[in-house]
């Protein structure tokens, strides 16, 4: 069943809370609630390894789909609940909250600020680490707090976005390749691997027709993602990161340690020049440039799909196949 109001208009106040709020912090937040489902299930599936990680997804995922399907048809419950699936507004806030330490000298404040932002350990990053760091989750990030959840609403409502979104977090909370999650975490980190596929490239695309439009070099973000992308050891990741190291001029990716152990990531762009302050600037500017041009591409599929009796795509694609 869909809402009562059209999807485009869901989409448009969803982003616009987004913009205006910011991703509120509270003991009730559903992804906070998505985070304690799974965490009630843990115990009692964490020693089946793969099985049980992948038990533990399925019933959050299917508690909370249900809540969403159930919920749909109330117009306001669905704008509000797919404006807690975006987090734009949150993450910018987050990242420049770096900066600005970096930029008041404060570098061990600026080095906790960052570890609530990544997986990485944070307390022995340089200066220019943590910039590197900074950007890297930003651009990553682009993916997961915007442009996933919006692409799946357009493919099959607030069903498909809780559904990502469910993902998503059980993927950021298990899916690292360390000794405690590689087994429990591997569904998730697989399904999310999955369901971002389109998006990431999506996103990596937008990103670089937002540096094209902000005045930096559009061949040069295009071509660094075309060809760095498959570095990153992740398949989706390396799109959004690789547009940024070619817009910024910048080098990303390099040595990370997780849990007292150096990995290297993929690296990418040419490192023109010195990694700058400015560039956590730069790089949330131009993200938040990229967010407008991809949720008035998301309002624009949303306004032709409900000219044509359609609330998302999935509806298109069934007609299609019926032959209606």
Not at 19 to 39: C, M, N, Q, W, Y
Not at 152 to 172: F, M, N, Q, R
Not at 247 to 276: N, S
Request: include cysteine; aromatic fraction near 14%; charged fraction near 20%.
């Amino acid at each position: 069943m869909g809402s009562f109001g059209p999807p485009y208009l869901t989409v448009a106040l969803a982003y616009l809370l987004d913009r205006l709020l910011g991703d509120p912090h509270f003991s009730l937040h559903p992804v906070r609630l998505i985070g304690k489902t799974a965490e009630k299930l843990r115990p009692l599936f964490y020693p089946w390894g793969r099985v049980g990680g992948a038990l533990t997804l399925t019933l959050t995922a299917a508690l909370w789909v249900g809540l969403s399907f159930a919920g749909q048809k109330f117009w306001l419950f669905e704008a509000g609940l797919l404006y807690f699936w975006l987090a734009e507004r949150a993450l910018r806030d987050e990242v420049l909250k770096v900066a600005r330490l970096l930029e008041a000298g404060l570098l061990p404040q600026a080095r906790k600020a960052l570890s609530f932002l990544v997986g990485r350990e944070t307390r022995d990053l340089n200066p220019s680490d943590c910039i590197r760091a900074a950007v890297e989750t930003a651009a990553e990030n682009f993916t997961d707090g915007l442009v996933g959840p919006l692409f799946w609403y357009l493919i099959g409502g607030l069903p498909a976005a809780t559904a990502y979104k469910v993902v998503e977090t059980l993927d950021s909370m298990y899916g690292y390749k360390t000794p405690r999650w590689r087994a429990f975490g591997f569904f998730p980190a697989r399904l999310d691997d999955i369901l971002n596929y389109l998006p990431a490239r999506l996103a990596g695309l937008f990103l670089a027709l937002a540096a094209g439009l902000s005045g930096y070099p559009f061949r040069r973000a295009l071509g660094t993602m075309w060809r760095e992308a498959s570095r990153h050891d992740s398949p989706n990741a390396g799109f959004t990161e690789a547009a940024m190291a070619g817009a910024l001029g910048i080098e990303l990716g390099g040595e990370v340690v997780y849990e007292g152990k150096v990995f290297e990531k993929g690296r990418f762009g040419k490192p023109l020049r010195p990694r700058q302050v400015e560039d956590i600037y730069r790089a949330t500017k131009l993200l938040e440039r990229a967010s407008l041009l991809f949720v008035f591409f998301i309002l624009s599929w949303e306004v032709i799909l409900w000219n044509f009796g359609y609330h998302h795509l999935t509806g298109l694609i069934m007609s299609v196949l019926k032959g209606g």
